[in-house]
């Protein structure tokens, strides 16, 4: 495993004031050089640089572009595009040709950000002793804040390698011995479960912050609970998965009630109506399909204004620091009408032979593709992040760098859905269907498109989720769940080839799904430098991709 070390001088200096802009003060700290590290962690704000540093990380490169490919590449949501086979590893991923040296397997990029938490939470101590200005209750706040960003980042990589080494303690020393075994998965799972209920009673309330930049952008109660939810539910624990949605929804439908309030007796913060403008879904609030003729509004305030009233956690991104996003214009494409990256919509999605999982009248659609029901091209590129809609709906090319949502409220929504659909009983069934509706009403301009059928409910809650989350690394471990959490995974499995994946392939595609040949295949291997740097990972590597 990559470590950075933090020894004589702090390498990681540089990208401590990286983000500005975008979130207050927090992040409003001059880079440091050549910092004697014993020297350094002698106040809170230098404490904070490093928790700064943590959230810019998750923003580069190998990080924001394997978000992506992990999570929808091998989906069914995108299809390569004509050039992709001149790149012979990206290729191989695409059609399931995966093997250990390819390097789409790396996880270097999480565990630098993994090691910076550790670092956090080894020195901070120290620097709340010295400082009489920091408190232990800021203390806690911080080491919450960045046992929450290592939970995420080990989520991430448990769901897409199964057992990896789990490492809680920093990496300081020339000395340290990296060779680390690989844990089982619940082993990891447990500890980042055990980090973020504990977490959870410490981390910054989101009213702590001044501008919502901070509010969205930095880990905190709400954020917390989403991930827990996510977690959870990949554990197959629903109950509380259940739980803890609903207390993010609760607390959503509060904020809507006082915005409401506010809203009627003329004293509304102006502030708090930035957020967008609301309306209720089947009880539920959400930001409304259409404002002054623009029936993309929601999709706008969601993926262009960012922050708003929907947005739970989204990272934050700065053109003054970020030129792009670079998981987004690598995979999806530049800013330009027409260019693509790597890959495309899946042609199946604009069907209009009954392939289409979208209703002619859904919003999203265009909002995913550029597809409007007139024109058919040969390919469709990626439009969501990319493109917004003017006031005449038209689609344009936005200018600044797109921020990349983790977590927002439909989300969440229907993370409770499937959560009470596999729980089952005859109203945790109708209230998962409403969920459903309203998040499919929204994008369907109030119109009501789906049909309960208690014996459907599951397959509902997933193709919803396809909709509203498309492109957003979501996918795949959604089809994931489904065969892990499925009566017969081995048939679920068979459905999960023949079915979901084969239908992205424009060619080649019976050969790409007969790899999927079995369960381990729906994860990685470990990558092959990693395994010759750190041998005892050797005897846990993936059994669907050793060549005997």
């Not at 991930?227 to 609903?246: H, M, P, V």
């Not at 991104?317 to 995979?331: C, K, L, P, T």
């Not at 002619?360 to 493109?387: C, H, I």
């Not at 959560?419 to 109030?446: P, Q, T």
Request: charged letters at 25%; a negative charge.
């Amino acid at each position: 495993m990559k470590k950075i070390l933090i020894t004589g001088t702090l390498s990681l200096a540089a990208t401590m004031s990286v983000l500005t802009t975008s979130c207050g003060d927090f992040l409003e700290i001059e880079p440091l050089n050549a910092v004697v590290v014993e020297n350094y962690w002698e106040k809170k704000s230098e404490v904070e640089s490093v928790i700064a540093s943590c959230y810019y990380h998750m923003q580069d490169k190998g990080f924001s572009q394997r978000v992506i490919a992990w999570g929808e590449l091998r989906g069914d949501n995108v299809s390569d595009v004509s050039n992709m086979p001149n790149n012979k590893e990206l290729y191989d991923y695409f059609v399931n040709n995966i093997t250990a040296d390819n390097s789409w397997m790396s996880w270097a990029d999480f565990y630098n950000v993994i090691n910076l938490c550790n670092t956090v939470l080894y020195y901070a101590p120290g620097a709340q002793a010295k400082d009489g200005n920091y408190s232990m209750e800021e203390l806690r706040t911080h080491e919450a804040e960045v046992k929450s960003i290592r939970a995420l980042c080990y989520f991430y990589l448990i769901r897409t390698f199964k057992k990896l080494p789990l490492v809680t303690q920093a990496t300081i020393g020339d000395d340290e011995d990296f060779k680390v075994p690989a844990d089982t998965e619940e082993t990891v799972l447990q500890q980042i479960t055990d980090d973020l209920e504990w977490a959870k009673n410490y981390i910054w309330d989101k009213r702590y912050f001044g501008d919502w930049a901070s509010r969205k952008g930095r880990f905190n109660k709400l954020s917390v609970k989403a991930l827990l939810t996510d977690i959870y539910l990949w554990k197959g624990d629903y109950d509380r998965a259940a739980t803890y949605a609903k207390d993010i929804m609760d607390e959503k439908k509060a904020e809507y009630d006082a915005l409401q309030k506010s809203e009627e007796e003329g004293s509304i913060n102006m502030d708090a109506y930035m957020q967008g403008e609301l309306a209720l879904y089947n009880g539920y609030p959400l930001l409304v399909d259409a404002v002054n003729g623009n029936s993309h509004y929601s999709y706008n305030q969601n993926f262009g204004t960012g922050n708003g009233f929907e947005s739970i956690f989204e990272l934050q991104y700065d053109r003054e620091v970020r030129s792009s996003n670079e998981g987004i214009s690598f995979f999806y494409g530049p800013h330009e009408m027409g260019k693509t990256g790597w890959v495309s919509a899946a042609d199946y999605l604009v069907s209009q032979e009954g392939g289409s999982p979208f209703d002619k009248v859904d919003k999203r659609l265009e909002e995913n593709t550029g597809y409007d029901g007139t024109v058919t091209f040969s390919s469709y590129p990626v439009y969501k992040f990319r493109t917004l809609f003017n006031s005449d709906n038209k689609p344009y090319m936005r200018g600044t760098v797109e921020n990349w949502i983790i977590y927002r409220l439909t989300d969440v929504m229907l993370m409770r859905a499937e959560a009470l659909a596999y729980m089952g009983g005859e109203d945790n069934l109708k209230e998962a269907f409403a969920l459903v509706e309203a998040v499919n009403m929204r994008s369907c301009m109030g119109y009501k498109t789906l049909t309960y059928d208690e014996e459907t409910v599951k397959s509902l809650v997933l193709d919803e989720r396809q909709r509203e989350l498309m492109f957003e690394g979501k996918r795949w471990y959604d089809l994931m769940r489904m065969v892990r959490h499925a009566e017969d995974p081995v048939k679920a499995m068979s459905k999960l080839r023949n079915t979901y994946l084969i239908r992205k392939y424009t060619s080649g595609g019976r050969d790409a799904v007969a790899r999927m040949g079995s369960l381990d295949n729906l994860y990685l291997p470990f990558y092959q430098k990693e395994i010759d740097l750190n041998p005892l990972l050797e005897k846990d590597q993936n059994p669907a991709y050793i060549i005997y």
